[in-house]
């Protein structure tokens, strides 16, 4: 029985070909769709994941509201540096990391 639906699935194959071109197509392009946002998703999640006292790395981040638009980003101005430093007893170093091409 199975190499009967295998024949009729090869003759629908070669019958149609523009349609079996687009479906095959279509599923190569939604499983690596597929791979790249699980391998990005895994990646997110085990960010710092490599350091000992991993629990104690925080990101500081900004919020800002422009009228009806408010947004959260994962950045501050370096000149915010030296806040933690004098607010929380805890805090033991605080760095600031510029990406910026000059």
């Known amino acids: 029985m199975f190499w009967h639906y295998l024949l009729v699935s090869w003759r629908n194959i ?13 599923l190569a ?17 085990t960010y710092d994941n490599f350091h000992e006292k991993k629990e104690r790395i925080f990101l500081v ?23 933690p430093l004098n607010t929380l007893s805890s805090t033991r170093i605080s760095i600031v990391y510029l990406n910026e091409k000059m």
């Open 29 to 45: 392009v939604g499983i690596a769709s597929s791979l790249l946002l699980g391998i990005y998703t895994w990646n997110e999640l």
């Open 14 to 26: 070669l019958r149609n070909k523009l349609f079996t071109i687009i479906l095959v197509v279509g």
């Open 61 to 83: 981040g900004v919020r800002q509201k422009e009228g009806e638009n408010e947004s959260e980003d994962g950045w501050t101005s370096p000149p915010l540096n030296p806040i």
